[in-house]
């Protein structure tokens, strides 16, 4: 794994570099160790051999003392060899030494010296016919053994430093390092398999928290990008089906223009033919026949004539025209209706809005508001609208509306079912309906809104399921 590999090699790195500065201290403290132990051997012998010198000079006879002293099994028994030179010459290894060693012999001081692994001490002692050296002679190998002990004693000791501090070292590093960047790569991991909204809890000042906190930030960058990205795929999308739907509504267009043409006169033909069987039979059943014909061949003119009223957005001859009064008439043209449902009609206004409008277009709007209200209330009610005028600074005017001081608000209100609110956004577009099979084409509410924007307005709607709705008319003032 390569977290564990990097913090291995770490480890490594640490522990062999306690190893060297300990191996390098037990190193040098064996060495001071042995020369403090030397010097140590080398003043022990230097009192010995002045207490020797003391003893042998404070006996009758120096000489018989020193060669009693030679002679004697005990000291023979020992690992120190002593030779007596009765002449007091300097023995040959002297001759080694250094020059302060041999002027404090030639003074007749006690020399020791540590040379070809042996310790020699000469003690001259003087005596009456001349001057006599005892030599003492002994082998290092005591000394070197304390110094094995000690080198001994200083590499288990390190040994012992070193594997405490690799320990020590590998938990710090582990806790420190390993957990972390174990921890920084799995975080790494989700983000990679698109877990952006993933966060990671390592925080610090120091670089693991730095690469945290950056980890974070870029997570959180992308999952911006990601969401502006799904934002302009659906946007791309959406625009994509708008384009598509444009084209089929061209293609209505023309097909609307196109049955106009082909169906128009012989609808008409039908129609006409069909009254005058009304007004001529003397045949009731002929007559109420004809009358069906001609209900449903007008009904056939009348979509046309929507289709190409939407497709053609044009208006006739604009006029003042008192709100109320239109309102008032659109419920008498379709109070029949309105009484075979159950509903019932009422007017909220002062009576004073006045708008400039086609008053035939605007009575298509306000019928299929009407028809709308009373079709949602299959069990009856109130259809209640009310006229009221607001200025404009007032009003959340779309920017595509001409601007105007004063607009007049036709509001229409039922009690009926509602509209779903995923569908409010779609009522205004063209064939779209939730109606049943034969009620409505979906034309209705397009083509209302489109003229009541030829007009200079626009329209809202608001509703709630099983609460009822309001269909707000927005148009210009004509006291402006």
Same mark, same amino acid.
């Given at each position: 794994?390569?977290?564990?590999?990097?913090?291995?090699?770490?480890?490594?790195?640490?522990?062999v570099?306690?190893?060297?500065?300990?191996?390098?201290?037990?190193?040098?403290?064996?060495?001071?160790?042995?020369?403090?132990?030397?010097?140590?051997?080398?003043?022990?012998?230097q009192?010995?051999?002045?207490?020797?010198r003391?003893?042998?000079?404070?006996?009758?006879?120096?000489?018989? *003392?020193?060669?009693?002293l030679?002679?004697?099994?005990?000291?023979?028994?020992?690992?120190?060899?002593?030779?007596?030179?009765?002449?007091?010459?300097?023995?040959?290894?002297?001759?080694?030494?250094?020059?302060?060693?041999?002027?404090?012999?030639?003074?007749?001081?006690i020399?020791?010296?540590?040379?070809?692994?042996?310790i020699?001490?000469?003690?001259?002692?003087?005596?009456?016919?001349?001057?006599?050296?005892?030599?003492?002679?002994?082998?290092?190998?005591?000394?070197a053994?304390v110094?094995?002990?000690?080198?001994?004693?200083a590499?288990?000791?390190?040994?012992?430093?070193?594997?405490?501090?690799?320990?020590?070292?590998?938990?710090?590093v582990?806790?420190?390092l390993?957990?972390?960047?174990?921890?920084?790569?799995?975080?790494?991991?989700?983000?990679?398999?698109?877990?952006?909204?993933?966060?990671?809890?390592?925080?610090?000042?120091?670089?693991?928290?730095?690469?945290?906190?950056?980890?974070?930030?870029?997570?959180?960058?992308?999952?911006?990008?990601?969401?502006?990205?799904?934002?302009?795929?659906?946007?791309?999308?959406?625009?994509?089906?708008?384009?598509?739907?444009?084209?089929?509504?061209?293609?209505?267009?023309?097909?609307?223009?196109?049955?106009?043409?082909?169906?128009?006169?012989?609808?008409?033909?039908v129609l006409?033919?069909?009254?005058?069987i009304?007004?001529?039979t003397?045949?009731?059943?002929?007559?109420?026949?004809a009358?069906?014909i001609?209900?449903?061949?007008?009904?056939?003119?009348?979509?046309?004539r929507?289709?190409?009223?939407?497709?053609?957005?044009?208006?006739?001859?604009?006029?003042?025209?008192?709100?109320?009064?239109?309102?008032?008439?659109?419920?008498?043209?379709?109070e029949?209706?309105a009484?075979?449902?159950?509903?019932?009609?009422?007017?909220?206004?002062?009576?004073?809005?006045?708008?400039?409008?086609?008053?035939?277009?605007?009575?298509?709007?306000?019928?299929?508001?009407?028809?709308?209200?009373i079709?949602?209330?299959p069990?009856?009610?109130?259809v209640?609208?009310?006229?009221?005028?607001?200025?404009?600074? *007032?009003l959340?005017?779309?920017?595509?509306?001409?601007?105007?001081?004063?607009?007049?608000?036709?509001?229409?209100?039922?009690?009926?079912?509602?509209?779903?609110?995923?569908?409010?956004?779609?009522?205004f577009?063209?064939?779209?309906?939730?109606?049943?099979?034969?009620?409505?084409?979906?034309?209705?509410? *397009?083509?209302?809104?489109?003229?009541?924007?030829?007009?200079?307005?626009?329209?809202?709607?608001?509703?709630?399921l099983?609460?009822?709705?309001?269909?707000?008319?927005y148009?210009p003032?004509?006291?402006?």
């Amino acid at each position: 794994m390569l977290v564990m590999s990097i913090v291995t090699r770490l480890w490594l790195a640490i522990v062999v570099a306690i190893a060297v500065v300990l191996s390098i201290g037990a190193f040098l403290r064996v060495r001071v160790e042995q020369d403090l132990l030397m010097d140590a051997t080398l003043r022990d012998r230097q009192f010995f051999g002045q207490a020797l010198r003391a003893a042998l000079a404070a006996s009758a006879d120096p000489a018989a *003392s020193a060669r009693a002293l030679v002679d004697d099994e005990r000291l023979k028994q020992g690992h120190i060899d002593v030779s007596l030179d009765p002449r007091g010459r300097a023995p040959d290894w002297l001759a080694s030494t250094t020059d302060e060693q041999r002027a404090a012999f030639a003074r007749g001081d006690i020399v020791v010296a540590a040379a070809r692994r042996r310790i020699r001490t000469l003690v001259p002692v003087v005596h009456a016919p001349g001057q006599l050296v005892i030599e003492l002679d002994e082998p290092q190998d005591v000394h070197a053994a304390v110094e094995r002990l000690a080198l001994i004693a200083a590499l288990i000791q390190a040994i012992a430093l070193i594997v405490l501090a690799g320990t020590v070292s590998l938990i710090v590093v582990r806790a420190l390092l390993a957990r972390p960047l174990a921890a920084l790569a799995q975080h790494a991991k989700r983000i990679g398999a698109g877990d952006l909204e993933a966060r990671t809890k390592i925080s610090g000042v120091d670089d693991v928290g730095i690469l945290a906190s950056e980890m974070n930030a870029m997570a959180e960058r992308l999952s911006v990008a990601r969401t502006a990205l799904r934002e302009a795929e659906t946007e791309r999308v959406s625009l994509q089906e708008t384009l598509r739907h444009g084209d089929r509504l061209r293609t209505v267009g023309q097909l609307a223009a196109a049955l106009a043409h082909e169906l128009g006169t012989p609808i008409n033909t039908v129609l006409g033919h069909a009254k005058i069987i009304e007004k001529r039979t003397e045949d009731e059943a002929l007559a109420k026949g004809a009358r069906i014909i001609a209900e449903q061949a007008q009904r056939m003119a009348d979509l046309i004539r929507e289709l190409l009223d939407f497709g053609r957005k044009k208006t006739g001859e604009r006029k003042e025209h008192l709100v109320d009064v239109l309102v008032q008439k659109t419920w008498a043209l379709l109070e029949p209706i309105a009484r075979k449902s159950g509903a019932e009609f009422e007017l909220a206004s002062d009576g004073s809005a006045k708008v400039r409008v086609d008053s035939g277009q605007l009575l298509q709007v306000f019928s299929n508001l009407v028809m709308n209200a009373i079709q949602a209330m299959p069990e009856g009610g109130v259809v209640r609208a009310t006229v009221t005028r607001l200025e404009a600074r *007032s009003l959340e005017v779309p920017t595509d509306v001409p601007s105007a001081k004063e607009f007049v608000r036709i509001s229409f209100i039922d009690r009926g079912v509602g509209v779903d609110p995923e569908d409010i956004a779609h009522v205004f577009e063209p064939f779209f309906t939730r109606k049943n099979a034969g009620e409505g084409t979906g034309l209705g509410l *397009s083509v209302a809104d489109g003229i009541v924007r030829a007009h200079g307005g626009w329209m809202q709607i608001e509703s709630e399921l099983r609460s009822g709705t309001t269909v707000h008319v927005y148009l210009p003032s004509a006291d402006q």
